[in-house]
């Protein structure tokens, strides 16, 4: 019975050492959107994220929470998002993931499918990564 908690224990807070990576703090974000928190996916973000989606461009990250954060909040909500490919390179306090997703929703009563490619450059500051670039591109598959 010792060794089992021991090795509960011990995987315990092995885990708590990778609970911050660029790509936990990525995909929480992305968590917190299919979830409907609007605040966490704002706390992953720093004030200065820039976001470009569809050729525009969100400068803050209260520009993001002003427009089009509640849009995303409602598509991730009601769709499957699958990640097909991730990549991911850190360079110190930056890290960069890049992605390839495949996406199901319902939109106006019709299924979609949207082939998605998502860049994020995220910076540590302290224990604590956070997004501070995003870059959407999405299409229909052919």
């Known amino acids: 019975m010792l060794k089992i ?5 011990l995987s315990a807070l092995a885990s708590l050492g990778h609970a911050n990576e ?6 929480a ?14 706390e992953l973000l720093a004030p200065d994220v820039t976001i470009y989606e569809s050729g525009h461009v969100e400068r803050s990250r209260a520009e993001y929470v002003s427009h089009h954060l509640p849009g995303d909040i409602s598509f991730a909500k009601t769709s499957t998002r699958n ?3 991730q990549g991911e390179r850190r360079d110190g306090n930056l890290a960069v993931i890049w992605a390839e997703t495949d996406t199901k929703a319902v939109l106006k009563g019709k299924d979609v499918r949207i ?6 450059l995220l910076q540590k500051t302290g224990d604590t990564w956070s997004v501070i670039h995003v870059h959407w591109s999405s299409r229909k598959p052919q």
């Open 83 to 85: 990640v097909l490919r």
């Open 5 to 9: 908690t021991a090795f509960v224990l």
């Open 29 to 42: 974000f992305h968590a917190a959107l299919a979830a409907g928190d609007q605040a966490k996916a704002a």
């Open 22 to 27: 660029p790509k936990d703090a990525l995909a």
């Open 115 to 120: 082939l998605g490619t998502e860049t994020a």
